[in-house]
């Protein structure tokens, strides 16, 4: 059963372009959700996360939306460049315990010069 | 301070065989987290441990099994290898602030490729 749902597979946008990264999850108890940035040959590293408090954090180029009522949330690329070129994880656990982090299967963006 | 370390890097082994992988967290980190990376399901939490003790598991075979040490550093084993068991093997480690959320820092992973 896969908790997080996460699309498209795969985007390729040019230079200076805003890619979208969609997510949606079922477990209504998630309240953490962030999402992981991995390059090849690297692990994931976070890059951005959001709790259901607000419906927007930015930091930096990186803009994270979020929809409780819709259990979706959303990562934007602001004037994306080709060293943004990665698999990028959207990601869902609860806040502040041990639980594990549950995963959508990722997202290969390609940024052309 | 020095990231999440793993070792070995690669590592080629057939069916039938075990393989034990080895982790170390950054240096306080006492929770260690595994994940198995594959193309088709992605990223898929093995199990947690913490102070020694396993304290999140997922669904896999009881061929994984891991363990950790007073140093916090960690092992993973898979015993009787299966050709779907290649997969690129994460190690996460993370602290836990009061108040706050456990981030998990990973590793650059393990590949393990079974003939």
């Known amino acids: 059963q896969q908790q997080v749902k996460q699309s498209p597979q795969s985007l390729i946008v040019q230079k200076g372009g805003i890619p979208i990264i969609n997510c949606a999850y079922e477990?209504?108890?998630?309240?953490?959700f962030p999402w992981y940035q991995q390059f090849p040959g690297k692990g994931p590293a976070l890059l951005i996360a959001?709790?259901?408090?607000?419906s927007e954090k930015k930091e930096g180029r990186f803009t994270i939306s979020f929809n409780k009522s819709a259990k979706q949330f959303s990562l934007h690329i602001m004037d994306s460049q080709p060293g943004d070129s990665a698999t990028y994880f959207c990601?869902?656990?609860?806040?502040?315990?041990?639980?594990?982090?549950?995963f959508g299967k990722g997202t290969k963006l390609t940024v052309n010069p | 301070k020095a990231g999440v370390t793993q070792t070995p890097r690669y590592l080629i082994k057939t069916r039938g065989q075990q393989v034990t992988l080895s982790c170390s967290p950054i240096?306080?980190?006492?929770?260690v987290s595994w994940y198995q990376q594959t193309p088709g399901q992605g990223l898929q939490f093995l199990f947690e441990?913490?102070?020694?003790?396993?304290?999140n598991k997922g669904n896999f075979p009881g061929r994984f099994s891991g363990r950790q040490f007073s140093n916090s550093r960690s092992e993973m084993n898979v015993s009787t290898l299966e050709l779907g068991d290649s997969a690129l093997y994460l190690c996460?480690?993370?602290?836990?602030?009061?108040?706050?959320?456990?981030?998990?820092?990973f590793g650059p992973g393990t590949r393990l490729l079974v003939l």
């Open positions: 996460a480690s993370s602290l836990l602030v009061a108040g706050g959320q456990e981030t998990q820092y």
């Open positions: 477990n209504t108890a998630f309240d953490y």
């Open positions: 959001i709790r259901p408090d607000v």
């Open positions: 990601a869902a656990s609860k806040f502040g315990g041990s639980e594990k982090l549950v």
């Open positions: 240096s306080g980190h006492r929770s």
């Open positions: 441990y913490f102070s020694e003790t396993q304290r």
